[in-house]
């Protein structure tokens, strides 16, 4: 038999959230796959150092890690591995442990360490033989260093992935802060500069700045024109005239100037409180480490979960002749790429800003960037920027309405769509309260459900939760398709803007169907999928489905501290998400769940047999600290029998004392209260991606929307791309209306590596990566 492989894994540079998340994957993936894992602590130090410092871990070493922030192996700049003689010891420790595969998350100056480290490898075991440290069989087995990068980095700097391990959970600190100073700052009607993290890379203040809507933001990658003092006040006066009581500057710390000269958040203030300018009242907030701190969202630790279990397949696979590679993510889709390429282009940027060549640097960085960029410039200064004006005969009337339950991020998509439409000129118009509203205006008895929307209120809705215009689940059909028809001809509607769920999915698959009956309804319908449940066909997410996971996910983390604290205890708990199961797995990811049980799988006695046998054996297994509260999580719909509070019946019943059951549904929680960064910022960008779409038709093509089937799309991110699928084509191949989710569920691959993680018997991992 070949002897056990051995992978040692590490954390170097800064620290992030979510680098728990990746040593638990990976330590718990590694033993699964029958290799002995090893942490290395402190960096690179501990590689140098060796001795202590390189442990091997078993599985329950790991138990717990998802919810703790920083890293729990910690983390050092270590001088001495930028020197040969550094890497010749630390090669000297791997090979006394016997290790022959790292894999390491950390930045690029780790990741670069990391490369030269391999490229070095023979060399320095040739100096190890003929120094006498080794014999030639000693180095034998170990000729091969195999090496796979993982991104841990607040920053998001790296290029060739679209988000870096933590950078999510660093940019909900920002906006957290953020939130909680833009009240202080109404209150006194006061300006507030705020310095965020970046010193090469405006990542995290650029999209701080489309979160929350602040007025103006500096990033080192797009410098403002050099009349940037003029253009910043002209904006902000703007604001103000229009009845804003809050200002909000968000000051990346590598801002600078086209020239190169730092633009300081001192600058920025003194400029705001010029008594011959704006006079405005203007303080400085530095967030500092707190970027860095708390524990990781549920978005970084589905990352890291899903790139530590990616990383460790790629150590397994890699040969001699593999370029070293690191793991990356594109939209939604979990990707190997060459790891020197990205490091090569992140040093790409650097350089391109050093001399002054920021379109280039603008260019390098991922097409989001760039995308989110233009969303922010179109969504501040509204009206302003002339040029973005069609020419009148173009600019469409445009509805914008909201159907099914509420979701973060729904706000932030209409507001994002209607400084999209204000820009260009065309009339965007509120429909309050889904079809239901609608229906109830009667022709010559208006009720107020439409009307044009007002700029200033609509500029606050950024950061709010649910749903400003109001939404309900009425379908047209239930309100009466002719009298919705002959409402979308009298307010004379050229296109139709719909964020929503299920409910909204199905209303323009009737609009749809029953354009050859009503001609009014032939005007282009865009939909932006917007539900906690994330079960829209022609998506991988939702709006919403974020901040329901952040909720879900720091529910269940207290839940499991109080399971743990009290005594032996498993927790079941009962999710939303209808009959799809993307949710309860997800979170089950994002917390480390000893089982998920979803309607796609559905429950069976044996099911539930297997896992109370298998929780016998993990709490007759715990040892002192490792003594920790386990968690089920069943989605609502999981079974017609089996609920949350029968299955914690089963498991106390079964357990015969030797531990605890009890059930728990956070409800409504779930729909949460303030949408996440990221809910909000990819409804503003692929709100403005829904307006430029119906913009490509126009207004009165009734003849072409009639043959194009794009005309009625919804806008999804489908694996690594942003797309517009035709409601047809969903609705023919696509949809399983009596479950009213999509027919293929992308995220199924997530479940078994919830499975294997959680130690679930009888499971094993999905053979593609995700
Ligand atoms: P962050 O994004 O937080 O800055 P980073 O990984 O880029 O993270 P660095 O301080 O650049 O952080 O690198 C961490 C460690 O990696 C260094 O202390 C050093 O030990 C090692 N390292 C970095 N660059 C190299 C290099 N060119 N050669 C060898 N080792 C390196």
């Not at 703790?68 to 000297?92: D, S, V, W």
């Not at 075991?125 to 195999?146: A, C, D, G, M, W």
């Not at 933590?166 to 909900?172: F, N, P, R, V």
């Not at 203007?282 to 860095?292: D, E, F, P």
Request: glycine share 10%; proline share 3%; net charge neutral.
């Amino acid at each position: 038999m070949a002897p056990k492989k051995k992978i040692a894994m590490m954390t170097s540079g800064g620290d992030a959230q979510g680098m728990n998340g990746v040593i638990r994957a990976c330590v718990r993936t590694a033993i699964h796959m029958g290799c002995d894992a090893f942490c290395v602590y402190e960096g690179y130090e501990g590689l140098v150092q060796g001795g202590d410092l390189i442990r091997k871990m078993e599985w329950h070493d790991v138990r717990g890690w998802l919810s703790e922030g920083g890293t729990l192996i910690g983390t050092a700049r270590c001088m001495a591995f930028y020197e040969r003689a550094g890497r010749l010891q630390a090669a000297k420790n791997m090979i006394l442990h016997g290790i022959d595969a790292l894999i390491i998350c950390g930045g690029d100056g780790s990741l670069t360490g990391a490369d030269k480290f391999r490229a070095e490898w023979p060399s320095l075991l040739e100096e190890l033989v003929s120094t006498k440290q080794f014999t030639r069989e000693q180095i034998e087995p170990h000729k091969h260093l195999n090496i796979v990068g993982l991104v841990g980095s607040i920053d998001n700097d790296l290029s060739g992935t679209d988000a870096t391990i933590g950078c999510y959970s660093a940019l909900t600190r920002i906006c957290e802060m953020v939130d909680y100073i833009e009240a202080t700052a109404s209150s006194h009607s006061r300006a507030f500069v705020i310095e965020v993290m970046g010193r090469h890379c405006g990542w995290l203040a650029l999209m701080a700045g489309v979160a929350t809507g602040a007025d103006f933001i500096f990033i080192p990658e797009k410098p403002r024109e050099d009349n940037w003092r003029e253009e910043m006040c002209g904006i902000v006066q703007k604001h103000r005239t229009l009845g804003k009581r809050k200002t909000i500057v968000i000051v990346a710390e590598g801002a600078h100037d086209r020239e190169g000269q730092k633009i300081t958040p001192e600058m920025v203030r003194e400029l705001l409180a010029d008594k011959s300018g704006l006079a405005i009242d203007s303080r400085i907030t530095t967030l500092g480490h707190v970027q860095r701190g708390g524990v990781a969202v549920a978005y970084d630790r589905m990352l890291a979960t899903l790139q530590g279990v990616e990383a460790v397949k790629a150590v397994l696979e890699a040969t001699p002749e593999t370029e070293t590679c690191f793991i990356a993510v594109t939209e939604n889709k979990i990707v190997r790429k060459p790891l020197m390429k990205a490091v090569e282009d992140t040093k790409a940027v650097a350089a391109a800003i050093e001399a002054h060549d920021f379109d280039k640097a603008m260019s390098l960085r991922d097409a989001e960037f760039s995308d989110q960029y233009n969303s922010y410039m179109l969504t501040t200064t509204v009206q302003l920027n002339k040029n973005m004006l069609l020419p009148e005969k173009d600019r469409m009337r445009i509805g914008f309405i909201n159907v099914g339950a509420p979701a973060g991020g729904m706000n932030a998509a209409i507001r994002a769509g209607v400084a999209y439409c204000l820009s260009r000129g065309h009339e965007p118009m509120a429909i309050h309260n889904g079809f239901a509203g609608f229906a109830r205006h009667h022709g010559d008895k208006p009720l107020g459900a439409v009307r044009a929307f007002n700029w200033l209120e609509v500029d606050g809705w950024a950061s709010k939760g649910g749903s400003e215009i109001g939404t309900n689940r009425e379908l047209p059909s239930e309100s009466g398709m002719e009298h919705i028809a002959n409402l979308i001809e009298q307010y004379r509607f050229d296109g139709l803007f719909i964020v929503g769920g299920f409910e909204a999915y199905h209303a323009i698959s009737q609009l749809r169907k029953a354009r050859d009956e009503y001609p009014s309804l032939c005007i282009p319908i865009a939909l932006l999928p917007a539900t906690i449940s994330n079960n829209v066909p022609g998506t991988e997410y939702s709006i919403g489905s974020d901040t329901c996971l952040n909720e879900l996910t720091s529910y269940c983390d207290k839940i499991k501290q109080s399971a743990s604290a009290t005594r032996r205890r498993v927790f079941v708990i009962e999710t939303q998400g209808g009959r799809s199961g993307y949710v309860a797995t997800l979170a089950g990811l994002g917390v480390g769940a000893s089982a998920v049980y979803t309607p796609e799988e559905g429950i069976s006695l044996d099911m539930l047999a297997a896992d109370v046998r298998h929780l016998k054996e993990v709490f007759a297994h715990d040892k002192g600290q490792s003594r920790a509260g386990r968690l089920i999580l069943i989605n609502e719909k999981a079974s017609k029998v089996y609920n949350a509070k029968l299955v914690a019946d089963i498991i106390r019943e079964e357990a015969h004392d030797r531990f605890e059951s009890r059930d728990s549904i956070p409800g409504h929680v779930q729909q949460g209260g303030v949408p996440s960064a990221m809910d909000r910022c990819r409804a503003v960008r692929l709100a403005i991606k829904c307006i430029e779409h119906l913009e490509t038709f126009g207004k009165g093509a009734h003849n072409r929307v009639k043959k194009d089937p794009t005309s009625t799309a919804v806008i999804g991110i489908k694996g690594a791309s942003v797309v517009f699928t035709p409601m047809k084509t969903l609705e023919e191949e696509d949809t399983d209306w009596p479950n009213r989710r999509p027919i293929s569920a992308y995220w199924t691959g997530m479940k078994q590596v919830v499975d294997v993680l959680g130690g679930r018997p009888k499971y094993d991992l999905p053979e593609q990566n995700i």
